[in-house]
């Protein structure tokens, strides 16, 4: 198997917009209270909220989503010879349980709006600059649904990538 950039970008561009739609419906469904990936991501480099939705939602879904992690799956598919559905979900298992084991834990240090206490609500906008709490060890500060949530959707992300890259290459 060869590796294919275009199919990658769009195979990661697809799988971005499913787990952000599942994102949303599981808030909506009060599953977790994760603040929005975008919200998250953008307030990395602004305190404004308007202006972190908006430079958070680049990078969600056309930086990271599409362009490393459509690349770095694709990667690993042509890797592994693999664009199977057992693949893909495996990838994305892997992907969800590194993020929540470790990255999530460790959001506070490097994230800028980001307090080290889990107290207060888990975003918080009404002063007109971004505050979030910590998420914690698999986003468990967010709600106790969310780090079950959090592997789902990576999982999916995996499926999605793996069955539209797969048909793509």
């Known amino acids: ?18 787990m952000s739609a599942m994102m949303r419906m599981a808030t909506s469904a009060g599953m977790t209270r994760m603040p929005p990936m975008p919200l998250v991501m953008g307030s990395m480099m602004t305190g404004e909220p308007r202006q972190a939705q908006r430079l958070g939602a680049m990078l969600h879904y056309l930086v990271m989503g599409t362009v490393v992690f459509g690349l770095l799956y694709a990667a690993l598919f042509t890797a592994f010879d693999s664009t199977s559905v057992l693949t893909g979900v495996a990838i994305g298992a892997v992907h969800g349980l590194v993020v929540g ?14 307090s080290a206490s889990s107290e207060g609500p888990p975003a ?3 002063s007109g600059i971004v505050s979030l709490s910590a998420p914690g060890f698999f986003a468990s500060n967010w709600g106790p649904m969310t780090g079950v ?4 959707g990576h999982v999916v992300y995996g499926l999605i990538v793996a069955l539209i890259y797969g048909a793509l290459v």
């Not at 198997?1 to 499913?18: S, Y």
């Not at 084991?101 to 980001?114: D, G």
């Not at 949530?149 to 789902?152: H, I, K, Y």
């Open 124 to 126: 918080d906008t009404s």
């Open 149 to 152: 949530g959090l592997v789902a």
């Open 101 to 114: 084991a470790m990255a999530m834990p460790m959001m506070p240090l490097m994230h800028p709006r980001m």
């Open 1 to 18: 198997m060869t590796f294919e950039i275009v199919p990658a970008l769009v195979a990661g561009l697809a799988a971005t917009l499913v």
